[in-house]
Nanobody, 122 residues
Framework: QVQLVESGGGLVQAGGSLRLSCSASGRTFSIYGIGWFRQAPGKEREFVAAISWSGGRTYYADSVKGRFTISRDNAKNTVYLQMNSLKPEDTAVYYC???????????????WGQGTQVTVSS
């Protein structure tokens, strides 16, 4: 069992930055692939970024490529999502998720956090 808690969301102006954190407790964190997803009001949850258990492989949605960076510190049981050049369309609740093995760009994850709100004003 893995428990995930997101933090770092908030209100920021367009062009600004935020860093989200996903802290994990429970079973060995380092063996899990981690993904970040987001869900805007009235829209489906969508993939944002993912990272392999070692941090050696990362994946990004086209909409955030070049602006967002995913990283992890297994010693701290934490995955980060650095978000730069934020746009109003990035406004959503951001969720992290964990699954054994390789990360996926789909919703097929075993564990989910409760989400953190990111609001980007124009």
């Amino acid at each position: 069992q893995v428990q995930l808690v997101e933090s770092g969301g908030g209100l920021v102006q367009a062009g600004g930055s935020l860093r989200l954190s996903c802290s994990a407790s429970g079973r060995t964190f380092s063996i899990y692939g981690i993904g970040w997803f987001r869900q805007a009001p009235g829209k489906e949850r969508e993939f944002v970024a993912a990272i392999s258990w070692s941090g050696g492989r990362t994946y990004y949605a086209d909409s955030v490529k070049g602006r967002f960076t995913i990283s992890r510190d297994n010693a701290k049981n934490t995955v980060y999502l650095q978000m730069n050049s934020l746009k109003p369309e990035d406004t959503a609740v951001y969720y992290c998720a964990a699954r054994l093995g390789s990360p996926l760009v789909t919703l097929n994850y075993n564990y989910w956090g409760q989400g953190t709100q990111v609001t980007v004003s124009s």
